[in-house]
């Protein structure tokens, strides 16, 4: 084989941001890259490794053995390089690393690689694809689609576990672009949130430990498959929310951890480098170089496959040094409290570089704490998401509901705390897939009362869902009342929708996304005070919410009436702002959604009466456990 030639794609500009910790676009340099030096044909190799004192590319062209030896530069970067001849794409290969620590040697996919081998093989793939983009429109139009003041209905799939073919076989990301971008289009969602889909060895794992930050997972197809996934999306109107996961990495043999015999990517104190609840590895957020790994490989996903929002992983584990841990198993920071201060720098200099470097984008904290100003932007103290996860009325909600309805009276106070904080954030509310596992049941199944009140208690869920201020996100199988729980090893219950109180549920998610989508009231200031208004949150005797949801323009001001309990209220008196024409535009109790058409609220007069505070008001008809809107 020929030998390894000196060349090198970094100038010495790139190298002052790398160890600055400023180059958000390392992928462009470091990893492995088919080009042609002097009219041959070959791959250039470049790798981080400062602690080594021999780096090898071993691949199958050389049958893994240590004959291509790499250079290191001379700028004390750390970094390994060179160039190899009558290599190119689908070359498999690794990283031999000899460390000046102990003698260590390891064996390792290159962090920056753009394929991976199948799992359970763990090779690195030489990579170099074309991907004709033909979703120009959407990405012009992105801001108009994607922006805070826009519908934000997700459906959060898993795509390992979403619909299978015989024999338990995986859809290929070429299959999905058909059958999973036809669904969701139907549906009416407005995104997909993919559960993680850069490569991870383990399947149980969901995705959520990744070894392979630059390459989606060969489990569904090549990285250009995925692209086409992306961009059939696009082309139907519907963007694609990407689960990312800087928080932490897993210790495979293959993997990041202690890449070059030393602590390069994980922090060297375990108190702040070891995750106990995951058994893996924690980023060093105070070195320049990971930060730079990171923040690229944030901006690769927005640039090379033209996502439009991240979702962030586990941002609680991040912002605190005591998280999960016992005391004594963690020091204070230098004020002598419990904030990780590198990850929030870290953080903060993330959404600065997604913002600065992309129009029409979105990042989204899964942050399950009170943390202030999570959705606030850095400039005014806060971390800089548009949007964080609303885990106070998840859990507050789902409580609420699984309570036999006779009981609700008496904990009115659960389902209306979350509008006491609702705009102190930019919240989505998320019913997500951690809440149909681990013997939680799913969603369906806790709800209380017979099989008539389980499915009412699940529209009613929905239309309640709908209607409260913020962003929606709803886990597959969750549209159409999946009674099992989630098994990522199989497919959906898709047989379920032949019985029509199923059918119904999912009809019902299908007009509820069309209802957000076509009422401004419903978006336009969902993280806005001036959006919501209270009708009568106290009627608890009778467990009855009304309340307003208002747009820019008054004229497309909603009502919305939710009876939380199984009894029929009838000729029901709110207060109404002004007079004019009010009709029902909607009803969760509907024969079509499987309901039983107990109200029909055809002619609703305002009249002169007080009520509630206001000077006037009507007479409607609520459902038995149903939420109906009034326009």
């Not at 230098?334 to 929030?344: K, P, Q, R, T, V």
Request: charged fraction near 25%.
């Amino acid at each position: 084989m020929p030998p390894v030639i000196a060349h090198s794609l970094f100038s010495s500009f790139d190298i002052h941001l790398f160890k600055s910790g400023k180059h958000y676009r390392l992928y462009e340099k470091l990893g492995s890259h088919p080009i042609v030096v002097d009219g041959v044909e070959g791959t250039y190799f470049a790798v981080w490794a400062p602690s080594a004192h021999a780096v090898y590319v071993v691949g199958d062209f050389n049958f893994w053995q240590e004959e291509h030896k790499l250079n290191v530069r001379w700028d004390e970067s750390g970094i390994w390089e060179g160039f190899i001849p009558g290599t190119g794409k689908g070359t498999l290969y690794k990283y031999k690393i000899h460390s000046n620590n102990h003698g260590v040697v390891t064996e390792k996919a290159d962090p920056f690689a753009r394929c991976c081998e199948q799992p359970p093989k763990t090779a690195s793939v030489v990579w170099e694809g074309e991907h004709q983009w033909k979703d120009t429109h959407w990405m012009e139009e992105r801001e108009s689609k994607n922006g805070l003041d826009c519908p934000f209905s997700v459906y959060e799939v898993h795509l390992g576990s979403w619909k299978r073919k015989n024999h338990n076989e995986f859809l290929s990301y070429r299959e999905l672009a058909s059958d999973l971008v036809a669904y969701v289009k139907e549906m009416n969602f407005t995104h997909v949130e993919f559960m993680p889909i850069m490569e991870y060895p383990y399947d149980p794992s969901w995705g959520y430990q990744l070894t392979g930050y630059f390459a989606p997972t060969s489990r569904f197809g090549s990285p250009e498959d995925f692209k086409f996934l992306v961009d059939q999306l696009h082309q139907n109107g519907i963007g694609v929310i990407l689960d990312w996961v800087p928080s932490h990495f897993p210790e495979d043999a293959h993997g990041l951890g202690m890449f070059d015999g030393s602590h390069l990517f994980e922090h060297p104190d375990r108190r702040r480098g070891y995750h106990p609840d995951w058994k893996s590895l924690i980023f060093n957020y105070g070195r320049n170089e990971v930060r730079a790994f990171l923040i690229s490989n944030a901006i690769f996903w927005l640039d090379q496959f033209h996502a439009d929002a991240l979702r962030v992983d586990a941002v609680a584990s991040m912002l605190y040094l005591d998280y999960s841990r016992e005391e004594g198993e963690w020091e204070p920071n230098m004020y002598g409290n419990n904030e990780n201060l590198e990850a929030i720098s870290f953080i903060r200099e993330l959404n600065e570089a997604v913002y600065l470097n992309f129009n029409g984008v979105q990042t989204i904290a899964e942050e399950s704490t009170s943390f202030s100003m999570v959705s606030r932007p850095v400039s005014i103290g806060g971390l800089g998401f548009g949007m964080k996860w609303m885990m106070g009325w998840m859990h507050d909600t789902l409580e609420f509901f699984k309570r036999e309805p006779i009981h609700r009276r008496h904990h009115q106070n659960d389902i209306t705390f979350s509008m006491t904080y609702a705009f102190t954030e930019n919240f989505m509310l998320p019913f997500s897939h951690d809440e149909v596992v681990y013997g939680k049941q799913s969603l369906l199944y806790r709800m209380p009362g017979d099989e008539w009140q389980r499915f009412a208690n699940l529209r009613l869920l929905y239309g309640y869902m709908f209607t409260h201020p913020g962003a929606k996100l709803l886990f597959m199988g969750a549209e159409f009342g999946q009674s099992s729980e989630w098994n990522f090893q199989g497919s959906l219950d898709w047989h379920l929708l032949q019985y029509e109180v199923h059918a119904g549920v999912q009809h019902l998610i299908k007009d509820l996304n069309t209802l957000y989508k076509n009422h401004p009231a419903l978006y336009e200031k969902q993280f806005s005070e001036e959006g919501f208004q209270w009708i009568d949150y106290g009627d608890h005797e009778n467990s009855v919410l009304t309340f307003m949801r208002k747009g820019k323009n008054k004229k497309d001001d909603l009502i919305i009436a939710c009876n939380f309990t199984p009894i029929l209220r009838l000729n029901y008196r709110i207060g109404v702002e002004k007079t004019g024409k009010l009709k029902e535009i909607f009803n969760t109790d509907s024969k079509k959604y499987g309901g039983g058409d107990s109200t029909k609220n055809k002619a609703l007069k305002v009249e002169n009466i007080p009520w509630h505070g206001y000077k006037k008001s009507m007479e409607m008809d609520i459902p038995p456990l149903g939420v109906v809107i009034i326009k």
